[in-house]
């Protein structure tokens, strides 16, 4: 089946998708789900390294790989690396997450590249940057975790660092890498002139420390672990009720003042201990320990409905189960359906925004390995015999 977009909004241009294991795979997953015709470009079965996320047919490929094509090339071979270039010349974006050494050794630099395709966007993704005294060390979320600062910042007080649930370095530098192509994609229609850009899993975590970061280079102060709590805005953290954990977010005065009220605590207002940011600040752990006390008098739907009622902000921690019974995550619909030739249906999750004249759509699930190799191939002029003749040699 030819290019199917899963939207208007990008189905006018192509990318080619030398990525593998998930920064790069989610850079053009964006790209794909916005209707730009992704090529995933794999080694041939009999090649390929640990490059798949828990297998081809494994949630994290599906999801990952969803609304793209699939081909296979040896780019060992010189007849490989040709046939790339040729697809590359029909596109107007690459995405590579190659060691820095191994795109100019194969030829695909920028650099090279552009000489014959000078409106080519080429977009590189890596651990740690494309020069520099760590450029070729192996990339892996966890690491940059913590040399970008977020394991220090993350975890109950004096427990130790904690990295975080997600692989938020990959998904980070893959979503920077998608704006990065966007942006680029814009300017060329100015300039007539593509570029090149790379960002790395640790320049994705050191941006994501967001005010951490500030508080350093403007104010001096190095962050330590808050744990559960706001480090600023008092009270803010997870509090306890009868039946269990709920969330609670109380900034400003006001805020504070109607909280009080709902929680049953009006004479908060004027206790010397708790009447402003800076007393809750000091008094944080007798504030917060009397705040679960009043809470385990009734259940967390009680609160959060009370508390919500009177523009107090509250919610209840889901695990993943919950999230998907959650009644605003069902009507959002974030939750698509698609039908994989190999698996049945599926269900995955949707972009989280949507364009009202454009939308996104999942209308096609993630691709064997190779699964478009003949059809996209064609689509470049080699016709049955050439087919024949490379895949019997090895080319893909």
């Known amino acids: 089946m030819p290019h199917l977009p899963a939207s208007a909004a990008l189905e006018r241009f192509r990318v080619i998708d030398l990525t593998q294991v998930r920064a790069g795979p989610t850079a053009c997953r964006q790209l794909a789900d916005w209707g730009a015709d992704v090529i995933q470009v794999q ?6 390294g640990d490059d798949t996320l828990g297998g081809q047919d494994g949630s994290d490929y599906q999801y990952t790989h969803r609304n793209k094509r699939s ?3 040896n780019l060992k071979e010189p007849e490989g690396i040709s046939v790339l270039k040729r697809l590359i010349a029909t596109a107007d974006v690459v995405v590579e997450n190659f060691r820095p050494d191994v ?7 920028f650099e090279s590249l552009s000489k014959d395709h000078p409106r080519l966007v080429y977009a590189s993704i890596s651990g740690f940057g494309q020069t520099g005294p760590l450029a070729e060390r192996p990339g892996f979320d966890q690491i940059a975790q913590g040399m970008g600062g977020l394991m220090s910042v993350t975890g109950l007080p004096g427990q130790g660092p904690v990295r975080v649930g ?14 990065g192509i966007l942006v680029a994609l814009l300017e060329r229609e100015t300039s007539g002139k593509g570029q090149w850009l790379h960002t790395s899993l640790l320049e994705a975590m050191v941006y994501m420390m967001d005010f951490q970061t500030s508080r350093w280079l403007i104010d001096g102060e190095v962050a330590g672990q808050a744990g559960n709590f706001h480090p600023t805005s008092i009270p803010t953290g997870v509090y306890k009720a009868r039946d269990g954990y709920m969330n609670i977010a109380v900034f400003g005065s006001k805020i504070w003042e109607r909280f009080c009220a709902t929680l049953g605590a009006p004479e908060w207002v004027a206790d010397a201990r708790f009447r402003d940011k800076a007393s809750r600040s000091v008094n944080r752990d007798a504030l917060n ?3 679960n006390a009043h ?3 009734q259940d967390r ?3 959060i409905e009370h508390f919500n009622a009177d523009g107090v902000a509250c919610g209840h921690i889901n695990n993943v189960q919950e999230v998907f019974e959650e009644p605003q995550i069902q009507h959002l619909h974030m939750v698509q359906d698609v039908v994989s030739r190999r698996l049945g249906p599926q269900r995955l999750v949707g972009q989280p925004m949507q364009l009202e004249r454009t939308p996104s759509r999942i209308v096609r699930a993630a691709p064997r390995r190779g699964e478009h190799t003949e059809e996209v191939l064609g689509e470049l002029g080699l016709g049955a015999e050439d087919l024949a003749r490379m895949k019997s040699t090895g080319v893909f």
């Open 43 to 48: 080694m041939p079965e009999h090649m390929r």
């Open 71 to 73: 081909v296979t090339l």
């Open 103 to 109: 795109k100019f050794r194969l030829g695909i630099d």
């Open 166 to 179: 997600i692989p938020i370095a990959d998904l980070c530098a893959g979503i920077f890498a998608a704006q």
């Open 289 to 291: 320990a009397a705040i």
């Open 295 to 297: 809470l385990a008098s």
């Open 301 to 303: 739907a009680y609160w």
